[in-house]
T-cell receptor, first 114, second 114 residues
Framework: AQSVTQLDSHVSVSEGTPVLLRCNYS??????LFWYVQHPNKGLQLLLK??????LVKGINGFEAEFKKSETSFHLTKPSAHMSDAAEYFC????????????FGQGTRLTINP | NAGVTQTPKFRVLKTGQSMTLLCAQD?????MYWYRQDPGMGLRLIHY???????AKGEVPDGYNVSRLKKQNFLLGLESAAPSQTSVYFC?????????????FGPGTRLLVL
């Protein structure tokens, strides 16, 4: 069975400093991996997805994630945090093609301090 | 192009009442999904559909029914609401093309069962 563990429930950084949101996954097969962001009282928006074409994946708003099979990790990073990055972030794994049944991590709340 | 829309945005029910949540998408997507989101947890899949006239159970289907009579609509029904069904419900849709598929989410329906 597939599963996702987000190692931090809450991360707080200062504006302009780097962001690191950690995610480990468990999968029996080659996984598809995603990061979604949820701003307060909004739906979820895709930040980036891992397609097995490249281990370093670039997403929207300056975010990127690196797939490390040996460590079963898919950590999300951004070089410089902006106030608008404050949101809940979900790491997601899926193995099934076609109707993809996504398995979500518990979420990491990112707070940006001025 | 509205994407994925959900009706209603917020609803309060008494235990035992019934209601239907409506999800509509205008992207001609084949697949549609219903999730629930509870505090401290990621989204969990309730039911999904791989096409018009088809539905299937997800991770937490008990107490819910769904129907997909038209390709653009996916209905989630609660026949006899219980306080444990207090949650935020998200609908999503995705297409056959572009594996791994990106799921597009609606803004959510907040349901309170008293």
């Amino acid at each position: 069975a597939q599963s996702v563990t987000q190692l931090d429930s809450h991360v707080s950084v200062s504006e302009g400093t780097p962001v690191l949101l950690r995610c480990n996954y468990s999968s029996s097969y080659s996984p598809s991996l995603f990061w979604y962001v949820q701003h307060p009282n909004k739906g979820l928006q895709l930040l980036l997805k891992y397609t097995s074409a490249a281990t370093l994946v670039k997403g929207i708003n300056g975010f990127e994630a690196e797939f490390k099979k040996s460590e079963t990790s898919f950590h999300l990073t951004k070089p410089s945090a902006h106030m608008s990055d404050a949101a809940e972030y979900f790491c997601v794994v899926s193995e099934v093609q076609g109707a993809q049944k996504l398995v979500f991590g518990q979420g990491t709340r990112l707070t940006i301090n001025p | 192009n509205a994407g994925v829309t959900q009706t209603p945005k917020f609803r309060v029910l008494k235990t035992g009442q019934s209601m239907t949540l409506l999800c509509a998408q205008d992207m001609n997507h084949e697949y549609m999904y219903w999730y629930r989101q509870d505090p401290g947890m990621g989204l969990r899949l309730i039911h999904y559909s791989v096409g018009e006239g088809t539905t299937a159970k997800g991770e937490v289907p008990d107490g819910y029914n769904v129907s997909r009579l038209k390709k653009q609509n996916f209905l989630l029904g609660l026949e006899s609401a219980a306080p444990s069904q207090t949650s935020v419900y998200f609908c999503a849709s995705s297409n056959l093309m572009g594996l791994p598929e990106t799921q597009y989410f609606g803004p959510g329906t907040r349901l309170l069962v008293l």
